[in-house]
């Protein structure tokens, strides 16, 4: 039998009791030791031999298990399975549901009720994750559609849009550059009006997939019974059920069957790669980017990747002609970890030591794509959560997929373990090999600690920086005062303003005066005068006027944010008036450290001329950041996240409850002493025979309380 699972088998005959056929079952056959099976309540189909044909059917409920087995063995003489076999396999089918039973005694009816509420909590994780609404049945609708579309399924046309998709792709790739422009761009996903358009591509797409699985089915004579809707976190997709395809007798066709989606979204991806190639950036460009990726992504990274229960997953297994290829597997690398963990040996198969190997790789590599798809959809939705202030929704769906996912099928593997090493009488080893891992994984290597040094310096600062050429008036404000946003700071003043300013309102008001006295001289002696360009004069002078005037209020220079003023050293009259503009690392240091006696809000400064561009102050945040500059080794072991302790040496404090906040290079950071902060802590590194190039630094919060930054 195909769908095998973790549980461990029941080794005694007085374990089962009363066991009764299900007499709903629907059996195909396909060859004389060959069957189909169909439960018809949980649309699960199986492939199962004679024996477990004749222990599928046999079963009254009047007789005994073993009674039951003697008569298998009075009819199959050279039977070679043992009891033990025979009697995991008829536990095999009591656990899913294809046989009855009144009741399990002993000790396993009580890990058979564990089972059952571990079980009951997974489905209701999983039914807060996803909720099924079901629909119609469509199968008469589908007949007439699938007259209408045979020639679209059939091999010729099969043939002719996989060569139509291969040259359309290749001409898309001849537009790579336009094509990863605007997908890098992330617009037509993050502008609210394109998010929209997405989402109706995404529904609609998933649509068309699922009818092209039931028009293919219905192809075959074989009826879709439901056309429904299943809910995943909110959000909707449209699912069919072609869960008969297996009374399809040959292989080709049932993959055909679940090939079908995907022959559907290559159609629709070519015919919108043909409408995106054909159209520049629009709306039209866009509707068709969307569609061609969703349809081409989701193909060839979902459902066509066979290690999840999707269409590439029902492909192999039919081309294999393997019913529940996954139980197969799982159940393989169950016996492997049962013969890891307990030391007992496979049970004797039919099937090859080589083919349970690939089994159980199969099995592994499904579990361990599960969890980077658990992880990546976790944190996708704490992320997406978190920027619509829901944080704690985000964390509570990631919790259940990973709870659902995860949680509960490791204590459902823990269980099975468990009960198996009691009943071989393995609980010691059992205890050994998990004391091994317990310790192997707490021995791994412990994460490393990283010195470096760096600075403090405010989290947030902008500087006062002069428009134009001027002259220091007064400055309103005392160093390291607290200002408002809006507040006077400095006030300039420059001779050569107030001249162009008189000259500009003298020629704007002798530019009245004209307009005035011709339009007089036509009013009153009806002379034919053209007044247009009088009033043009008039215009132009009043526009000089007005940049003059906007020019001289930006002489009085204001506060840009909410802070503190820290003001610049003011340069001597050798130095350039441009503040800390200069490449000389002395004398950026000597802009920083004090050595300078004043600043540009002493108030002896006044009367000084001051340059365009020339930075007189700063307004700083009261939070700080700490800067830590990472070399290239220290850059590859430090996160975003990683816990950090800092010292502060001008405080002889330590702050150990700190962690990275970013990790950014060094010239995105603006401060006005970063410069000479940073070539002092080169030069100290070179003193020390630690000289490495710096272009990355570690961003770190410090609390509020550490208050004034030195300097």
Not at 564 to 585: F, K
Not at 660 to 687: C, G, H, T
């Amino acid at each position: 039998m195909t769908n095998q699972s973790f549980s461990s088998p029941i080794s005694s005959s007085n374990e089962l009791a009363g066991l009764q056929r299900r007499r709903d079952l629907r059996f195909q056959q396909i060859d004389s030791l060959r069957w189909n099976v169909l439960d018809p309540v949980s649309r699960q189909s199986y492939r199962i031999g004679l024996i477990e044909h004749w222990l599928l059917t046999r079963p009254d409920g009047r007789v005994s298990v073993d009674q039951l087995l003697k008569r298998l063995r009075d009819e199959f003489p050279r039977i070679a399975m043992s009891n033990e076999q025979l009697l995991a396999c008829l536990t095999t089918f009591l656990r899913n549901g294809l046989l009855w039973s009144r009741d399990l005694v002993g000790t396993n009816a009580d890990n058979s009720a564990v089972r059952s509420s571990i079980q009951g909590w997974q489905e209701w994780l999983g039914s807060s994750v996803s909720w099924q609404i079901r629909g119609f049945n469509p199968d008469r609708w589908l007949g007439r559609c699938a007259i209408h579309t045979s020639l679209l399924f059939s091999g010729r046309a099969v043939r002719v849009w996989l060569l139509l998709a291969l040259l359309t792709g290749l001409a898309v790739l001849l537009e790579f550059q336009r094509l990863a422009t605007q997908s890098l761009s992330l617009e037509w996903i993050l502008h609210p009006t394109t998010a929209g358009s997405l989402f109706v591509v995404f529904i609609a797409t998933r649509g068309l997939h699922e009818l092209g699985h039931a028009l293919v089915c219905k192809r075959f004579g074989i009826r879709c019974p439901d056309i429904g809707l299943f809910l995943i976190l909110g959000a909707p997709c449209v699912y069919c059920d072609v869960s008969e395809s297996w009374q399809l007798p040959r292989r080709w066709q049932r993959a055909a069957v679940a090939a079908a989606g995907m022959y559907v979204e290559l159609i629709i991806a070519t015919l919108s790669a043909w409408l995106w190639l054909a159209t520049v950036d629009g709306p039209a460009s866009t509707l068709a980017l969307q569609t061609m990726l969703v349809c081409s992504v989701s193909t060839i990274v979902i459902n066509a990747n066979p290690l999840m229960r999707f269409d590439g997953y029902y492909i192999l297994a039919d081309l294999l002609d393997e019913v529940n290829l996954r139980g197969k597997a799982d159940s393989a690398a169950a016996n492997g970890l049962r013969w890891f963990a307990l030391g007992l040996p496979n049970p004797s198969s039919a099937d090859s030591l080589r083919r349970q190997r690939l089994l159980s790789a199969f099995s592994l590599a499904g579990w361990g794509y599960r969890a980077g798809l658990s992880l990546t959809i976790a944190s996708v939705l704490v992320s997406i959560y978190s920027s619509w202030n829901l944080l704690w929704v985000g964390r509570l769906l990631a919790a259940a997929i990973l709870v659902s996912w995860w949680g509960v099928p490791a204590m459902k593997l823990s269980l099975n373990l468990w009960h198996t090493a009691q009943q071989h009488g393995r609980s010691w080893r059992l205890a050994v090999v998990t004391a091994v891992l317990v310790l192997a994984v707490t021995w791994l290597p412990l994460p490393s600690r990283q010195l470096a040094s760096g600075w403090l310096q405010p989290a947030e600062s902008q500087g006062v920086y002069v428009g134009s050429a001027s002259r220091l008036v007064a400055c309103t404000v005392p160093d390291g005062a607290d200002v408002k946003t809006g507040d006077p700071l400095f006030q300039l003043s420059s001779d050569q303003l107030n001249t162009r300013l008189v000259r500009y309102q003298q020629a704007s008001r002798v530019a009245e005066i004209r307009l005035e006295a011709d339009t007089r001289r036509r009013d009153m002696h009806g002379e034919e005068i053209d007044l247009q360009h009088a009033s043009h004069q008039l215009d132009q002078a009043r526009s000089w006027l007005a940049a003059a005037e906007q020019e001289r209020a930006g002489l009085q220079l204001l506060a840009p944010m909410d802070g503190r003023l820290v003001a610049m050293p003011a340069p001597t009259a050798s130095e350039p008036t441009a503040g800390n503009n200069t490449t000389n690392d002395d004398a950026t240091r000597r802009d920083i450290d004090g050595s300078h006696p004043t600043t540009w809000c002493a108030p002896h400064q006044t009367g000084r001329t001051v340059t365009t561009g020339a930075l007189l102050a700063s307004v700083c945040s009261h939070a700080a950041i700490a800067v830590i500059p990472l070399t290239e080794d220290q850059l590859s072991r430090v996160a975003v996240g990683t816990p950090a302790r800092l010292r502060i040496a001008h405080q002889q404090r330590v702050l150990r409850d700190c962690r990275v906040r970013s990790v950014v290079r060094i010239d995105e950071l603006s401060s006005p002493w970063q410069a000479a902060a940073l070539v002092s802590l080169q030069q100290a590194k070179s003193q020390r025979g630690q000289l490495a190039a710096v272009r990355f630094a570690a961003v770190i919060e410090v609390p509020d309380e550490v208050g004034d930054l030195p300097g």
